[in-house]
């Protein structure tokens, strides 16, 4: 000790603590970090700040109660939430859906992927700070965008971030009349804005140093740790359930599976906004081939009370803008779920972060985070 200041020796490890409080964990997440100078030698994430016992709310609502709450899972992505879940119980019940409503389904979880990799693009960028034009540009453009999204839930539903879009059966809404018309403007104007972007991010030289070649993360390990989505797509893994397991009619969709196989924080990125286009070229044809049914085989105006699918399990996972979303429910015969149980893509992917943190450096720390587009209701559950 020299006076009040601790002078350390240079092999010298310490400890420190990175959030909550800190500006890229956004007060839901804490890394403990070990650190020799600058080098990180070990890392563990501090996680539950956020835990709300949503699989146990499962287990005491009934289906039908339960379904708007999962909205706040994956605050970012509250159609892919409910989607899970009403093909779970679907299944589980034996009850159909008609092509309409499998439709409507689809064009809207893919709007919430856009509307998702957008948040992420923005605050990613935010994150990474300054050299960025500026730290706060390329994120209020990207809200500038998703709010057009939003818009659209909103005419739709008359909820931005909470549509309660589906139910169990269909879907509660019909599309609203003259919403080709706006969906084809906002998804032009998205596409142009995306190229935009990432013509931005990609000839920018701090970008570039920032991602290319950090936070490498070979395709065994992204197996072996259950990472699914973009994170597993940017390790060169080509597996998307869209494809791999159709639901909801994708297999009548067009559409191919962006995948690159370096494996660092820039792959991912690009994953991702590969994958807007793509989300963009299903809602087109989604709108095109949209079928003349009924939107739910449940009765249209009055909700049913219960549901009691016949005693038995089930397992169905989706595609959500962050991997495998997957629902395992256990009836016993009665309104309520007798286990339920949330296979949340954010919880494995973020498992992979002290494998990621090792031998970087501090600096690397928010990058590498980022890429992962951890949301922390999906998490802490």
């Known amino acids: 000790m020299e006076g009040n200041i601790r002078v350390f020796e240079p092999e ?15 007060g839901v997440l804490r890394l403990i970090l070990k650190l020799s100078g600058e080098k990180i030698v070990d890392a563990k994430p501090d996680i539950g700040f956020l835990h709300r016992g949503v699989e146990k709310l499962g287990e005491t609502y009934t ?6 709450m999962l909205d706040r899972n994956d605050y970012l992505s509250a159609t892919t939430n409910e989607f899970g879940y009403v093909l779970a119980v679907e299944k589980l019940a034996n ?9 409507i389904r689809v064009l809207f979880s893919e709007l919430s992927r856009i509307a998702s990799h957008l948040v992420w693009l923005g605050t990613f960028c935010l994150d990474l700070g300054g050299a960025l034009g500026g730290g706060t540009t390329i ?13 659209i839930f909103e005419k739709m539903t008359g909820s931005r971030l ?9 879907v509660r ?13 906002i998804l032009k104007d998205v596409e142009d804005k995306i190229n935009e972007y990432e013509e931005m991010l990609v000839n920018n030289p701090v970008f570039i140093d920032r991602t290319k070649g950090v936070g490498v993360l070979p395709k065994e390990v992204a197996m072996e740790y259950g ?3 973009p994170v597993l797509r940017g390790s060169g893994v080509k597996f998307d359930l869209r494809k791999a397991v159709p639901y909801s009619s994708y297999d009548k969709f067009d559409f191919d599976v962006p995948c690159f196989d370096g494996g660092d924080v820039f792959d991912r990125f690009r994953v991702r906004m590969e994958e807007m286009r793509q989300s963009i070229k299903i809602i087109r044809q989604a709108l095109d081939g949209l079928p003349e049914d009924p939107i739910s085989s449940q009765m249209p105006v009055k909700v049913k009370v ?12 989706i595609e959500s803008p962050r991997g495998e979303l997957g629902y395992y429910i256990y009836s016993d015969g009665k309104p309520v779920a007798y286990r339920m149980k949330i296979r949340a893509p954010s919880f494995s992917n973020l498992s992979v972060l002290p494998f990621l943190l090792k031998g970087h450096l501090v600096a690397d720390v928010v990058a590498i985070l980022g890429s992962l587009d951890p949301v922390f209701g999906d998490v802490d559950r």
């Open 306 to 317: 219960a549901i009691k699918p016949p005693p038995g399990e089930v397992y169905v996972a």
């Open 95 to 103: 009850i159909p859906v008609p092509e309409r409503a499998q439709y």
């Open 12 to 26: 010298e490890e310490i400890v420190l603590n990175m959030g909550p409080q800190h500006p890229s964990t956004h």
């Open 173 to 185: 809404y019909d599309v609203y009349p003259g919403i080709e018309k706006d969906l084809k403007e």
């Open 227 to 229: 990472c699914s989505g």
């Open 139 to 151: 994120f209020l453009y990207c809200f500038r965008e998703r709010e057009k999204i939003l818009d």
């Open 63 to 68: 289906y039908i109660q339960f379904l708007p």
């Open 162 to 170: 909470h549509p309660h879009l589906m139910q169990i059966g269909g």
